[in-house]
C-alpha cells in the first residue's frame, strides 16, 4: 500500500518525503501534479490496498463498539436505573426525598430561588430555613434549592452509591420546560427501586401531613399538581345542624362500597350538586370533606380557554381512582349557547324569538370554553369515566340546569346552601372568637354580668390591641363571654338574609374585638340590608 502512494507521491513531485534517512524533508520548489498522481490511486493493487484498510478499519471500529457495549452492559448489569417525569407524582416524592438527605443538604450546585408561591411546592427542593427568623416584624420569604440542570449529583442509599441527573428540556415556545431526574443506583438488586420509590411517597405523605393537595389541568389537558393548602377542619364550617354530616357520611360509605356497586353493576361513581346563593360555603365544604377523607382535589374548570368536549373526556377519564373532582360554577360554562350542541342552540334560538315578546331571555355569556352540555353529560357517565371519583359541582343557579345534568347517576344528591340563619350567625361569632385553651385570660373570666354581657363593657385591652395593630391576638376572652356575645350578636342577625362571607367579611373588620362586633352589627346590617345588591337566592328547594 505504502508503495503504491509512495509512487504516486513521487509522480507528484513529492519525493522528498519518502526519501530514507532525509529527516528534513522539504517540498521541491516544483508545484506537486495532483492530477498526475490520480490514476495511480485507482489501480488496481491501490483498490485493493483501499479496501484492506476499510476492512482493518472496520474491524477495529467494530471491536471498539462491542467493547464499549460490553462495558456499559456489564455496567448496566450491576446498575438500576429510573427516569422520573415532572408530569408524574413521583417526581415531586422523589424531590422531596432528596430534600431530606444529609448528603443533600452539602450539594456544591444548586439553582437558588425564592419561593413566592406557598402552593407551589413541587418543584422545589431543601428548604432552607435555619437562621431566617422574623427580622423587623417580617417573616422571610422561603428560599428553596433546586438541583442544577444537567448536573450529576452521588450520594448513597442503602449503602449502594448512586446518582441523581435532573434533565430539563425546552418542550415547545410555549408550554416551557420540562423536567426529569434521572436515578441510577449501582445494585443488582431491583428490590432497591422499590424500597428508594416507597421511602420517597412515605416522605411525600409525611410533608402532605394535614395538607390537601390541588390539581388543575394545563394546556396540554394533563392533570397538574398545583402544590397544597392546609386541610380546613369540618368544624370551622357552620351549616344548618345535620348538613356536614348527611354529606360525610354518604361520601365515606360511597367509598367503601365498591363491591356492592360492582355486583349490581352500577357504576361506582357519585355526584353531589350544592347550588345555592354565593358564599354559602360551598367550596370551603367540599375542600373540608376532601381534607377529612384524604382525597386530592382536582379542579375542572370547564370555562378554561381551549377546553372542549374531547379534551374534557380525556382529564375526565385520566382521574384517579380516588379523588374529588370539582367542577365550580357549573351553570356559568354551560349557560351561553355557545355551549350547547348546534341543535339544541338553533332550537333554542326559534324557542326564544317565538317568546321574545313575553320574557326575554338570558344573554349567552361566551367564555373561551368550547364544551357543549351532551359532551359534559357523556363525559360525566361515558365508558371512560373515571371510576371511585366523587364529583362535585356548585353553581348559583340551580334552575338553569338541565334535567339531564342534575338527573341521579350524574348528580346523585342535591344540597342546598341558603344565606346565614341565626343559628349559623351565632356559630361563625363563636368559632371566630373562641378561646385557645391555653391562652384563656382569668381575669377576664369575670366580665359576664347576671347572664347577658354587658356590650358597653370593655374587656381591658381591646381597644389598645386595635392601636398597635397586632390584630391576630387572640383568646383574651373565656368562653362564657363568647357565648353570651355570640347570642346577642345573632339575635341582631336577620334570618336568612346576609351570606356567612359576608357576616365573615364583617368579623374579620373587629378581628380581636368582638364586644365591639356587637355594637357595630346592627348599623352595618341596615347598610347591608339598604344596598341593591343585597343578596336574593336563584333555588328551588333541592
Ligand atoms: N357556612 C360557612 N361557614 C363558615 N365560613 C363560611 C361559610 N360560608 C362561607 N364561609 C366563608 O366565606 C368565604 C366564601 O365561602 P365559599 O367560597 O365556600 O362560598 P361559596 O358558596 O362557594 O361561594 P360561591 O358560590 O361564590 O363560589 C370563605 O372564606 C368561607 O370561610
Redesign the pocket.
Known sequence: MASHIQKAFQTANLSGFFSSGSTNATLTSESPNLFAMLPLLFTSSAIRDWAKLIVIGGIFETCRRFASNSYSDLLSSFRIEAVFDDDDPTYGWMLIWLSKQPSWREIRAVEVVVDNNELNDSHTIVLEEEGLSKYDGRIPRKVVYTPSPSRTYSMWYKQRYMTVTRIQEQTSRWSGKSNALHISILSRNSHILKDLIRDARMEFLRSQDNRLSIYTSDSTNTWRRIGTRPK?SLE????DPGMKELLLEDANDFLTSREWYSERGIPFRRGYL?Y????????????SIAGALDLDVYIISLSRTGLDDNSLDTLITELPERCVALM??IDAALSGALNRDEHEQKKEATDRSEQSTQKPGPTPIHTGSRVSLSGLLNCLDGIGAAEGRILFA???KYTSLDSALCRPGRMDLHIE?KL?SKY?AR??FY?FYRPVKSAVNDSEKGSKVGGTVNTTEKAPSENTVAVVGDVHQHARFSEDVIKALASQFADLIPERQL???AI??FLMTYKTRPYLAVEKVAGWVEEEMSKPHSPKVDVTSG
Open positions: 380546613r370551622s364550617i357552620v351549616l350544592l345555592g346563593a354565593p358564599g354559602c360555603g360551598k367550596t370551603s365544604l367540599i375542600h365550580e360554577d356548585t353553581t348559583n346552601f346565614a349559623q356559630e361563625l368559632h351570606s356567612m362571607a365573615q367579611g
